[in-house]
C-alpha cells in the first residue's frame, strides 16, 4: 500500500555520491517508502536529456518515514562541487514547502538579506515556485511552494 505524501515545512535534502544506492541504503536502513512520484532524476529536466548519466542521476527524491518526517536525496554533483556550494560537509540543506505563495516570497527576500541566491525564486516545471539561496550563515534553503494545477499549465501566481 502507498504512503499518503505529507507536506512538512522542513525537509533535510542530503546531497551524496551514488545518489540512487543512497536512496536504496537508507530506505532499507529506515524502514522508509520512497515516493517515486517525487523522484525526479536529471533526464526529466527539459534540456538534460543527453547528458552522460542523466538516467541515474537523481535531482530531488523523498522518503517519507511513518509518522510524516522525511528525508530528500539527490546526487551531489562535480559542477557544483567545483563553485563551493555543495560539499562533504554542507552537504545538507533545508527545504521549506509552503502553501502559500506570498508568505514563501517573504521568507525567501528575509533569507536574502546579506545571503546569496544560488536559484531566484520562479516557477518551475515541475509544478513549483522554487528558489534557493544561501543565508548570511552559510545556511542553504530550498523553497518550494506546489502550484495549483486546474488550469493545466501549473501556472499559480507569484507574488
Not at 540512487?20 to 517508502?33: N, R, T
Request: glycine content about 10%; proline content about 3%; overall charge negative.
Amino acid at each position: 500500500m502507498a504512503t499518503k505524501e505529507i507536506f512538512h515545512r522542513f525537509v533535510p535534502l542530503l546531497y551524496v555520491r551514488d545518489s540512487l544506492e543512497a536512496i536504496a541504503f537508507y530506505s532499507d536502513a529506515f524502514g522508509v517508502e520512497e515516493l517515486t512520484e517525487r523522484t525526479m532524476l536529471l533526464s526529466q529536466v527539459p534540456g538534460m536529456e543527453e547528458t552522460p548519466g542523466a538516467d541515474r542521476t537523481v535531482v530531488y527524491s523523498k522518503l517519507q518515514f511513518s509518522d510524516g518526517s522525511s528525508l530528500g536525496v539527490a546526487e551531489l554533483s562535480a559542477d557544483t562541487k567545483a563553485d563551493g556550494e555543495h560539499v562533504i560537509g554542507n552537504n545538507i540543506h533545508i527545504g521549506l514547502v509552503y502553501e502559500d505563495p506570498a508568505e514563501q516570497r517573504t521568507a525567501f527576500d528575509k533569507l536574502t538579506k546579506d545571503g546569496k541566491v544560488l536559484e531566484a525564486l520562479e516557477n518551475r516545471f515541475w509544478g513549483a515556485a522554487y528558489g534557493a539561496v544561501r543565508d548570511k550563515y552559510g545556511v542553504i534553503w530550498e523553497t518550494n511552494c506546489y502550484l495549483p494545477q486546474s488550469d493545466g499549465d501549473g501556472a499559480g501566481a507569484l507574488t
